[in-house]
């Protein structure tokens, strides 16, 4: 059956504003030597990058092929074939800075491009790439290298730019420090403006960590999100979102404050309703609803991120899923690249995925804490639409996917008729390929989009079906039917076209036979047909008759049960014990027995045999009374019978004086016996007063005894000067009678020892002690 499909164009059409398939982000260099194409699909990882940074990076691309134009760390500039350029060394910016540098199209000058550049003690800059320059693999215009914009006492790492809504000239925006300003310019082919400052917002203060952080406008060029670090560890950052007006440059807000968290990393879903942030302190994966009244309240924690590794920047693909960068210790990268594969929908559902892409397939290749930085608006195609095709005569619908800020639309459906509503249905009257365009007007930019379409016919189909007596078939719209006649199936296919299937049913007559078979488990029946059974169930076989029809013999085949019982029995150690079928063991364990039943099939008796030992107490004999305290013994549990001296029957039995106790534990197999000796028991250390180290094997070591877990804090030997000779705090070292490896002459020393004892006392011990040899 023919289908109707939706196939988008290869190329995407655009307006005479400038705009052209955007694929200035299509390759990426980030983190150590990392780096994904995009021009791919699905995206690949690049192994020539030359980056070697944890921070911020800026990459480039020809916005019609996608082919590398140059790279920056914020210090080196390098060209396609990953060489550094002439005059590409000794940039301003600073590798350390999460916006290290951004490269922005200069208005009017399609070869050249500003590169912006900032440092928190170095200002915002920017130097001019020339791709003329260097036989075409493009330099840095001495005259414009480090152009300063704003001093070092104010920089930031801060920094983003938009396209202006006239589609030509860019806005770029940075942040000072000390102060609550934003220095907004804006990029026409006369060059770079005067910046326009607002003083919104927090107040960013040097020092600490109120520097660092993103500046980012979404996609549509309408909303600033802003991250602030804290200004001393420990304390939360914040993030401030304000609203921006892409046609006159206006600033204002913040018009929400996300709090609670330390924000790091930000970034957008293609439509710009949804915000993703990167938490440092916690660490966290969260999402806002940018829709929300409340945005700060909306927040939900897509993920909370391991303890090993932390998580960094943010950044969507051409591909529109979000990329996120991790470390896994500072500045060891992490051999992965995390992918949240759906950002516009709500919630878990937007498939995160730590492990998302592994940069390091064969070696020394890790991602960090930051992705390139880009013109944000490189990711925003204004008159993307959806089409739903239909089949000849039934409406095919069409809808923009963002329509924010569209002041009109007028869509071309391919075959002479328009419609200027925003999401119009349309009616086609011949079955075939169609080109649909849609041109999309906002405030002060019109943009285009084409797909192609295709429009089916109704498909007719005649069928003839045979069927015996008694059988059943199901036409194709799904109703089954048993008798002979003709049947009409109206079906809709997948692209909305009726298909009408004609279908002639003709009954021939069957033979019918019903068998009873009865088998025992374990036994198998061949069917009529042929196949083998071991199961009960009634089985349909079909057999041709001379006629041509299926001749239906039926057997319903009976398994008969098999009879089983179980019994459970005890012997002691050593006795044999007489299984069912006449069988002697002494062993534990389950037996199986199998009889004839009176139906012809096994009968199972299973013996559960549990051989049990005479009773094994498996206590110490000697009982301690550390400082003549009652001790409670307790044999082993799980016996029938107790008997203590004094007639107690309990398991358990309480010590109070020093003397002979007699414990009997019992149980079907006999009684054991075990004396206890209880006696008094020192709380304190033993110490010594003299040794030996002549290498015999005894005595050799000074060492104390702690038999009843004293704790020692410390342990010192001194000569008779009060020289230091020994020190340790691990009871189990001791003094060997050497100093530094020289063997102590014979004599007296001063120990000073001290311990916790059993009661957690704080106790000290002064003596002497006798060295012999």
């Known amino acids: 059956m023919r289908k109707a499909i939706v196939a988008c164009l290869i190329t995407c059409l655009f307006s005479p504003l400038g705009l052209k398939a955007q694929k200035e982000i299509n390759r990426w260099y980030f983190g150590y030597n990392a780096g994904i194409n995009f021009n791919t699909s699905p995206a690949s990882i690049l192994t020539d990058g030359q980056t070697n940074t944890r921070e911020g990076v800026a990459t480039i691309c020809d916005g019609i092929t996608g082919d590398l134009l140059f790279y920056t760390e914020g210090s080196l500039v390098w060209n396609a074939h990953h060489q550094v350029m002439p005059n590409g060394s000794g940039l301003q910016g600073d590798p350390s800075s999460v916006e290290s540098g951004v490269a922005v199209p200069f208005p009017g000058h399609p070869k050249q491009y500003y ?29 414009s290298k480090n152009t300063l914009l704003l001093p070092t006492e104010a920089s930031t790492e801060k920094m983003t730019a938009t396209r202006h809504c006239n589609g030509r000239d860019f806005w770029i925006i940075t942040h000072a420090k000390n102060s609550a300003d934003f220095y907004i310019y804006l990029l026409t082919p006369a060059g770079l403006s005067t910046p326009v400052v607002y003083k919104l917002g927090y107040y960013v203060r040097e020092g600490g960590w109120e520097g660092v952080g993103y500046l980012k406008f979404s996609p549509q060029g309408d909303i600033l999100a802003h991250t602030i670090g804290p200004q001393v560890q420990g304390v939360p950052g914040r993030g401030e979102l304000f609203r921006f007006n892409n046609q006159t440059g206006v600033l204002t807000g913040p018009y929400s404050i996300l709090d609670g968290i330390t924000p790091f990393g930000v970034e957008y879903s293609a439509g710009g309703h949804l915000l993703y942030v990167t938490a440092s302190n916690q660490p966290i994966l969260a999402q806002y609803d940018l829709r929300a009244a409340d945005v700060n309240a909306s927040r939900i924690d897509i993920a909370r991120i391991p303890s090993h590794l932390s998580i960094g920047g943010l950044q969507m693909g051409p591909d529109k899923q979000i990329y996120v960068a991790y470390e896994d210790g500072y500045e060891k990268g992490y051999r992965y690249v995390g992918l949240i594969r759906a950002p516009e929908v709500r919630g878990t559902g937007c498939s995160y995925i730590q492990d998302g892409m592994d940069m390091d397939p064969s070696g020394n290749r890790r991602t960090a804490m930051s992705f390139p930085s880009f013109v944000n608006s490189f990711f ?79 498909y007719n189909q005649n069928e003839n079906v045979t069927i015996c007596d008694g059988t059943s078939y199901t036409l194709p719209d799904g109703k089954i039917v048993k008798t002979a006649g003709d049947y009409q199936s109206n079906l809709t296919a997948t692209t909305g076209c009726d298909s009408i299937i004609h279908t002639k049913v003709v009954l021939l007559p069957a033979y019918h036979q019903t068998t009873d078979i009865q088998i025992c488990p374990g036994q198998s029946y061949l069917l009529p047909d042929g196949s083998n059974t071991t199961v009960a169930g009634t089985f349909t076989a079909s057999l041709k008759t001379y006629q041509g029809c299926d001749s239906i013999i039926i057997t319903r085949l009976t398994v008969n049960s098999v009879i089983a019982t179980e019994r459970y029995d005890t012997i002691c150690n050593g006795q044999s014990f007489i299984l069912p079928d006449g069988k002697t063991t002494g062993s534990s364990g389950d037996y199986k027995s199998k009889f004839m039943s009176v139906n012809g099939c096994d009968s199972i008796i299973t013996t559960h045999l549990q ?79 003299a040794f030996t180290p002549n290498n015999d094997g005894r005595n050799d070591v000074f060492r104390l005894a702690t038999p009843h877990g004293q704790v020692l804090l410390e342990f010192r030997i001194f000569n008779r000067w009060g020289g230091a000779l020994f020190y340790t705090t691990d009871v189990s070292q001791g003094w060997d009678g050497t100093f530094k490896g020289i063997p102590q002459e014979s004599g007296s020393y001063t120990y000073f020892i001290r311990y916790l004892n059993i009661d957690k006392q704080e106790k000290t011990l002064k003596g002497f002690v006798t060295l012999i040899r």
Not at 126 to 134: A, F, G, P, R
Not at 415 to 424: F, K
Not at 623 to 651: F, H
């Open 611 to 689: 051989v049990n030992d005479k009773p094994v107490i498996g206590l110490d004999p000697t009982v301690c009374l550390l400082n003549s305290r009652p001790t409670t013994i307790t044999a082993p549990s799980g016996y029938k019978r107790y008997l203590w001296q004094d007639g107690s029957t309990k398991p358990s039995y309480t010590i109070r004086y020093p003397g002979r106790y007699r414990m009997q534990v019992g149980n079907d197999c006999g009684i054991t016996t075990l004396v206890l000796n209880a006696q008094d028991c020192s709380p304190d250390l033993y110490v010594p007063n």
């Open 380 to 458: 925003y195609y204004p008159a993307d639409f959806t089409a739903v095709a239909a089949c000849l005569r039934t409406p095919a619908s069409f809808q923009l996917i963002n329509s924010t800020g569209v002041t009109s639309v007028l869509w071309n459906f391919g075959d002479g008729t328009t419609s200027a509503e925003l999401a119009p249905s349309h009616t086609y009257t011949a079955a075939k390929d169609y080109i649909v365009t849609v041109k999309v007007t906002r405030n002060c930019s019109t943009d285009e989009k084409a797909q192609t379409i295709s429009i089916s016919p109704p």
């Open 115 to 143: 590169l912006f550049t900032t440092a928190e003690y170095k200002g915002f800059r920017y130097s001019i790439v020339d791709m003329t320059l260097d036989n075409g693999d493009g330099d840095i215009i001495p005259d």
